[in-house]
């Protein structure tokens, strides 16, 4: 099915560990982008890519990083995590005409 | 700036009663507005969007938005709300500077009264 993967959809964290959360789409979208949700404060960006190669930050960047090495897959690296990091992160890409897919989420707690 | 302000956080509607979920924006052109709804647990899904044509925007589950330029604003709708309704909506104008990514209001949360 056509669409935006997010894996894992589940994850516990010890603080101070590294962790990847891995996204995929298959729609050839070149806009990718990357969003926390936490209580009360909507989704805010954390990076955003333009295209293979591309990457940039967003809102809240501090503690995340990015790399685009294919058109497909976006991956958000957690390098040493920490209990302001629990939270639940979104995938989105960008098609034609503004139509924005949304992975569903991974649910990431940090003890 | 660009943002998006949704000034209720919190809304209770009886079952079978119309419903308005503000939402307010502040953006440098022509904006792309659009409204999500998330359930507990759940991911996003889009109920309606707004690009432009008429301001009159219908969606799915029989919501609807009327966007006003002069009042900077995208309300959702719905004439008779149901149960299954009580939610967490989210408005989001777009895109970003950046030409990649949505804007965000801070959700409000639907409860549905019996």
């Known amino acids: 099915n056509a669409g935006v993967t997010q894996t894992p959809k589940f994850q516990v964290l010890k603080t101070g560990q590294s962790m990847t959360l891995q996204c995929a789409q298959d729609?050839?979208?070149?806009?990718m982008s990357w969003y926390r949700q936490d209580p009360g404060m909507g989704l805010r960006l954390i990076h955003y890519?333009?295209?293979?190669?591309?990457?940039d930050q967003g809102e809240v960047p501090n503690g995340y990083n990015v790399s685009r090495s294919t058109t497909e897959d976006f991956p958000l690296r957690l390098l040493s995590a920490a209990p302001s990091q629990t939270s639940v992160y979104f995938c989105?890409?960008?098609?034609?005409?503004?139509?924005?897919?949304f992975g569903s989420g991974t649910r990431l707690t940090v003890v | 700036a660009q943002s998006v302000t949704q000034p209720d956080i919190h809304i209770t509607v009886s079952e079978g009663a119309s419903l308005e979920l503000r939402c307010n924006y502040s953006y440098g052109a022509t904006p792309y507005l659009f409204w999500y709804v998330q359930s507990p647990g759940q991911g996003l899904q889009l109920l309606l969007k707004?690009?432009?044509?008429?301001?009159l925007v219908q969606g799915i589950k029989g919501f609807e938005a009327e966007f006003k330029r002069s009042q900077s604003s995208f309300n959702l709708r719905k004439p008779s709300v149901h149960w299954s309704d009580a939610a967490e909506y989210f408005c989001a104008v777009g895109p970003n500077q950046a030409g990649t990514a949505l804007i965000f209001g801070k959700g409000t949360t639907l409860s549905v009264s019996s």
């Open positions: 890519s333009v295209g293979a190669g591309i990457t």
């Open positions: 707004y690009f432009s044509g008429d301001t």
């Open positions: 989105a890409s960008k098609g034609s005409n503004y139509g924005y897919t």
């Open positions: 729609m050839n979208h070149e806009y």
